[in-house]
């Protein structure tokens, strides 16, 4: 469902839009209580069964894009309360980032198998004959599965010839890589913390709308308001987000007019990762450690690290392209604020975290972005091509698809080092993630450059972007062109 | 062969409302324009800020020759499309 606009894509994103406006046009909150109202108006529900419970939704939705925790259900409490609280100019939210919004859950029934109408109660019913335990009868004629009984195996989906048999689990569940979904008393979604790696899937997976992250759009404009020097450190995977007159020429007005400094391109950062990786690459592998694997995306960094305790010092110890850019900012002027601005839940995370914190002091994706220009009314359109980009070269650019990452490093290794022979296996998605790393972790990835990516697509896929894949792809692809440089190692900028 | 010209807001609050989903539902009928028998020629222009966003919840917008169709989806363009086609 992910890449696909629905009207869950919708109500997400006017209450990015509607948060930014609160904040920009307001120094004083209470009018949040009237927000429900102006996005689901009128009696007469559109969604839902109740115009009621999406406007409570709404609500909650509002409270998590100010990075409020949820209300309880159970007990009263206004939607504004801790608003004026959370208008502060700095880091604001607490853990949990993704939340499921209980009585949004439509409590799914989990991974289960179940016979449609398409069963025939053929006479061969070879269901019956491969299942291992006897889980399947003849009920009126037609095939019953006793859900007792089933070990959810498949087999008899895979036996049946007219294809009766489904394969139903939820959409939150299958979308997480972790498998950190489980259920509460009710039987609806609930995030087991210690798993999850918030990479965002089961968000823009969920059919119903339940899920949502907090966010710091809220925050940002706080500290744009008071008059912060803020700076924008904008993901490769920008390119076509905010739609085809964003051209990258204009990106720089169109900052300016939300109150920002100044944007940076954040492949900058990508380009010193790929060539100290490349340098790493070709010293330590395989003789000081038996593979290396990227750091970029912090889904699977975790996940990595997490899956091989004992290998740790294998997953890139160079910063990811987020530091490295702010850093570069930070140097630069030291007062200022950086927001990363990307695809990326997790980022969200990566930015808490100690060693990190004191360079990035914002996170948002390309989606709450898009809501601060829709709050200030910029039309790209109406702007000029002023300012071209010109920090990064084509390899880091190439770091927002997946693939992106391991081809620039192999192109630096080259440059650098013509006879190094570089192997290189990549997974997108945490599952394909988690089996390569058994592959590695069994010895069958020894010499190799591991890249792994937690959305599938690559960045172009993260949960806080607009487009679908292949416009996004495309898009990148023309932002890598327009590079002055191909190779990271040639961009001049990077010994700054 | 009949030319449809579609502008397809790329303005901001259209572009949040989905309106490059709109585009590729129009470039997914192109792709099914045999099973349909359409015999058209559709031209897609991404264009700036036709307006009606200005009213609340009016995005996305677009306009198929002289026709403007607000708050529109893939579904509603295709099948406007379609009926352009065939009358
Ligand atoms: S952005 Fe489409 S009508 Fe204004």
Not at chain 1, 45 to 63: D, K, M, P
Not at chain 1, 364 to 388: H, R, S, W
């Given at each position: ?12 994103r ?15 909150y ?8 102006q ?5 007469v ?19 998590l ?15 504004s ?42 006479l ?25 009984k ?59 709308g339940?899920?949502?992250?907090k ?28 739609g ?27 380009d ?5 990786e ?44 987020m ?16 927001v990363?601005?990307?695809p ?45 980009l ?16 391991a081809d ?13 022979e ?18 590695a ?6 010499g ?7 959305c599938?697509?690559g ?8 487009m ?9 692809k023309?932002y ?14 990077i010994?700054? | ?36 028998k ?21 995005a ?12 529109a ?15």
């Open positions: 469902m992910q890449g696909i606009y629905t009207s869950v894509t919708k109500i997400r006017q209450v990015f839009a509607a948060v930014a406006k609160l904040a920009y046009e307001h120094d004083e209470s009018s949040i209580e009237e927000i429900p109202y996005i689901i108006p009128g009696e529900a559109t969604y839902r069964n109740s115009v009621f419970v999406e406007r409570a939704i709404i609500g909650e939705r509002l409270r894009a100010m990075g409020l925790p949820l209300r309880r259900a159970d007990e009263h409490s206004a939607l309360k801790g608003v004026e609280e959370a208008a502060v100019p700095k880091k604001f939210f607490s853990a949990p980032l993704v939340n499921v919004i209980s009585f949004a859950c439509n409590a799914c029934p989990t991974n289960s198998y179940e016979v449609s109408n398409n069963c025939r109660g053929c061969a019913h070879p269901c019956t004959s491969v299942c291992p335990v006897k889980a399947i009868s003849i009920v009126n004629g037609k095939s019953h599965i006793d859900k007792e089933c070990v959810r195996c498949g087999r008899c989906q895979q036996a049946c010839p007219y294809d009766a048999i489904v394969h139903y689990d939820r959409p939150c569940a299958a979308a997480c890589g972790m498998d950190a979904i489980g259920s509460d008393e009710l039987g609806r979604a609930k995030i087991d913390q210690e798993k999850c790696v918030s990479c965002g899937q089961c968000i823009v997976n969920c059919p119903f339940a899920i949502a992250d966010s710091e759009i809220f925050q940002i404009i706080q500290s744009i308001k008071q008059g912060d020097k803020v700076c924008a450190a904008i993901a490769p995977s920008f390119a076509g987000q905010l085809p007159l964003a051209t990258t020429e204009k990106l720089h007005e169109a900052f300016k007019i939300l109150g920002f400094d100044d944007v940076v391109e954040v492949a900058l950062g990508a010193k990762g790929a060539v100290a490349a340098h790493h690459y070709a010293h330590a592998v395989p003789d000081k450690q038996p593979f290396l694997a990227t750091s970029c995306c912090p889904s699977w960094s975790v996940l990595a690290k997490r899956t091989l305790p004992d290998l740790v010092e294998c997953v890139s110890e160079s910063d990811t392209p530091i490295e850019t702010a850093k570069v900012i930070k140097k630069r002027n030291p007062n200022t604020k950086v990363f601005v990307g990326c839940v997790a980022k969200k995370l990566e930015a808490t975290r100690k060693l990190t914190a004191g360079y990035i002091d914002f996170v948002i994706t390309f989606e709450e972005l898009m809501g601060m220009f829709v709050a200030k009314g910029v039309e790209f359109g109406d702007l000029n091509e002023e300012q071209p010109d920090d990064a070269s084509s390899d880091g650019r190439g770091y927002a698809v997946a693939g992106g990452v620039a490093i192999v192109n630096n290794v080259k440059a650098f080092y013509p006879d190094k570089v192997l290189v296996d990549r997974a997108e998605g945490l599952k394909d993630c988690k089996k390569m790393l058994m592959l972790k069994a010895g069958k990835r020894n190799y450059l591991l890249e792994g990516m937690a599938p697509g960045c172009i896929g993260g949960a806080g972007t607009l679908p894949l292949n416009k996004a792809a495309a898009a990148v023309q890598q062109k327009s590079s002055p440089y191909n190779l990271a190692k040639d961009n001049p900028n010994d700054e | 062969m009949k030319k449809l010209r579609i502008e397809v807001c790329s303005g901001s609050e259209c572009v949040m409302m989905g309106s490059m989903d709109i585009i590729e539902a129009i470039e997914g009928l192109k792709q099914v324009k045999q099973q349909l359409l015999r058209a020629q559709i031209e897609i222009v991404p264009c700036k800020c036709l307006g009606p966003c200005k009213n609340e919840n009016l996305p917008v677009v306009r198929i020759n002289d026709e403007l169709i607000t708050q989806t893939g579904d509603i363009v295709m099948s406007k499309i379609i009926a352009a086609i065939k009358d």
